[in-house]
Each structure stands twice: as C-alpha cells, then as structure tokens.
C-alpha cells in the first residue's frame, strides 16, 4: 500500500469518499458542487490542511484530511483527523491504519505538533474500536456546534 499527499487529480474519488461516508455515518446527502469547491479549496491552500491517500494497485482505497488547531494552553498544534473514508472492499485490512500510521510519522517531524485528535459519531462503535486500538483515547469533551 502507498500512502501519498493527495493532488488535484483525485478530487472526483475525494468528493465520492465525503458523500459514501455523511451517507453511511449521518444519513447525510451532499451537494456535490458545494462539496468539489470545498475539496478543491482545501487542495489549493495548504493553510486549510491537506488530504492522505491509501493506493493499492494504483487505485485509491482510502483517504483522511487534516485540518489544524492552535492551542494556547499547549503552545502548540493539534492535528484534526477528518473525513475518514475506507472503500467497502478494502475494510479490515489495514488501510486506515497505514493511513494514520503516516499522520503520526509526519506530525512527529513537525516541531509545532502536540496531539492529533478526530470526532467520532457516538454510535459509530467500530470506528470507536479502530481508534482505540491506535492508541487513541476519548476525551471528557462534547461537541457543541452552531451553523452559520
């Protein structure tokens, strides 16, 4: 499996993962426009965060996106794992965890990193199981949100 920055050239399967995985995880349908602007966006300015993907055999199988947060208390930065995506055929085979086996190994390089943090759905218990099996921990903390 290789596991590259994504490009340009995979925003279509980018755009593909987000609306399988808000179908799969929220019940959620998409706007596809909304979404490749979204996708896009974050591809063309590297300050948004970037995009991993997993290739076996020259196909994608897998992606993630970081996004980043700034913490005062920490002087440093959080990573924000987000849009989880893993092919219905590829599942329980290691490609989210070569995935963010990589995120680690790069945050590890960057001087400014503390933590790498995600959000699960609460009653998504095989992505909770996943996460905790990395050595990922939940935290005492709830989302709170308001759209604008």
């Known amino acids: 499996m290789k596991i590259r920055t994504a490009d340009l050239s995979d925003v279509e399967t980018l755009v593909e993962f987000n ?6 995880t929220e019940d959620k349908s998409l706007d596809t426009s909304t979404l490749q602007a979204g996708v896009r966006a974050l591809m063309l300015d590297s300050k948004k965060g970037f995009y991993l993907v997993a290739e ?11 996004t980043t ?3 005062d ?3 440093g930065t959080f990573w924000w794992v987000q849009s989880v995506y893993v092919r219905l055929e590829a599942r329980r085979e290691g490609v989210y965890s ?3 086996a990589h995120v ?11 933590g790498i943090r995600l959000y699960v759905e609460k009653d998504n218990a095989a992505a909770r199981t996943t996460y905790e099996n990395l050595g990922m921990n ?4 709830r989302m709170y949100e ?3």
């Open 146 to 148: 308001q759209m604008i």
């Open 69 to 71: 947060e700034w913490s």
């Open 138 to 141: 939940q935290t005492a903390y």
């Open 73 to 75: 208390w920490r002087n």
């Open 56 to 66: 076996r055999n020259g196909t994608v199988v897998g992606s993630l996106m970081i």
């Open 104 to 114: 680690k190994a790069m945050a590890r390089n960057e001087d400014d990193v503390c």
């Open 19 to 24: 609306q399988a995985m808000a179908q799969e």
């Open 98 to 100: 070569a995935l963010y």
